[in-house]
């Protein structure tokens, strides 16, 4: 693989070294004098790999390479892009609902019984939270609900790109002031999906999943 637009010669190391996640990577003066770089450079590149959340520094520890976590790479540019308006929420929604809806059928034929479980507890939480005194809205739960059925995929892109879709739809405060009634409906179809989970209709909760993301607020 050409790493050439890859311009950083720290993540080329990372790369060209093999160091797995988990394993200690060499000091930056150790890592400057292999690649006759120095230390100053190195530094404000290891600075970079830190914000993707490829490695961690840490005291009497030093640089450990981490598990790709492809959020970390993306969400400080949707966070920024909705600030700035250049993006919106909807755009990005719009590419969370074409994941799910596509990549369903491959996700849901993963889920074991104990993933099916943990879902209904998810819904008892949820309603819990919406019929106590006083009420709280579960949106907690929401995110777990979503991020459990797609949990199976081995695929860090999908996982990062649905991930970054909760912590901006947490910033977004779309829902701030939805009605009660909103989170009843959106419940009702998640406690109705989760059904159709568990006796592997699979089309009719593909069904439910996009009906049920008609209820999101678009302004």
């Known amino acids: 693989m050409q790493l050439t637009k890859l311009d950083s010669q720290f993540l080329n190391y990372l ?5 797995a996640p988990g394993e200690r990577v ?8 292999e690649l006759g770089i120095s230390v100053g450079k190195l530094r404000e590149q290891l600075e970079v790999a830190r914000n993707l959340g490829l490695v961690s520094v840490r005291p009497r520890v030093g640089i450990q390479r981490e598990p790709l ?7 400080p540019s949707v966070l920024f892009s909705l600030g700035t308006g250049e993006a919106s929420f909807l755009q ?3 590419l969370r609902r074409a994941i799910e809806t596509v990549l369903w059928p491959q996700a849901v034929v993963l889920l074991t019984d104990n993933d099916k479980t943990r879902l209904h507890q998810i819904v008892d939480q ?3 939270k919406l019929r106590g005194q006083p009420i709280h809205v579960p949106n907690g739960e929401h995110r777990q609900f979503h991020l459990a059925i797609f949990s199976r995929l081995d695929n860090p892109f999908v ?3 649905l ?6 739809y947490e910033a977004s405060e779309l829902t701030r002031f939805a009605s009660y009634q909103y989170w009843l409906d959106v419940w009702n179809y998640h406690e109705k999906i989760v059904d159709a989970l568990c006796a592997n209709e699979f089309d009719l909760g593909q069904q439910l ?4 993301f008609d209820l999101l607020p678009t302004t």
């Open 26 to 33: 060499p000091t930056l003066q150790e890592i400057g004098q």
């Open 15 to 19: 790369i060209e070294a093999q160091i």
């Open 209 to 212: 999943l996009v009906e049920h």
């Open 159 to 161: 996982q990062g790109l």
């Open 69 to 75: 976590d492809f959020s970390k790479a993306i969400l």
């Open 126 to 128: 949820a309603w819990q």
């Open 92 to 94: 990005f929604s719009q």
């Open 163 to 168: 991930a970054s879709y909760w912590d901006a």
